[in-house]
């Protein structure tokens, strides 16, 4: 099961395809905790520092229903979420314009219009 929202302390006006960005360090909660909370079980192995794969925000909202919302933050509501191959890339917070080289190793046109999510 992919995430169906993604958590933020702020809003966004943005709507369109995003790269999604693993941060560096693995979270604070274990995977048995997320399998126990979320009804998922994560593959032993993360990759972490690099773009995993691709999504589009439709809406931002506050509340949503997904067990994925967390309490008072927006949710970003995603759709049409998939895995890309692992490209290693420095993440930065915030939402942003993906730069032309990550484009260029993922193999989309300079053209494109993607944006990146970290955390």
Not at 45 to 55: A, K, M, N, S
Request: glycine share 6%.
């Amino acid at each position: 099961m992919l995430k169906d929202v993604e958590n933020r302390s702020w809003a966004t006006t943005y709507r369109g395809p995003v790269l999604i960005h693993a941060t560096q360090r693995p979270d604070a909660i274990r995977p048995d905790e997320i399998e126990r909370r979320f009804g998922v079980r994560l593959a032993c192995e993360q990759q972490l520092g690099g773009v995993i794969g691709i999504t589009e925000i439709v809406d931002c909202v506050r509340p949503h229903l997904s067990r994925w919302y967390a309490p008072n933050h927006f949710a970003f509501v995603l759709h049409n979420s998939r895995p890309l191959p692992f490209v290693r890339w420095k993440g930065a917070l915030s939402l942003r314009s993906a730069p032309a080289e990550l484009l260029e190793v993922l193999g989309y046109a300079r053209s494109s219009s993607l944006a990146t999510i970290s955390d």
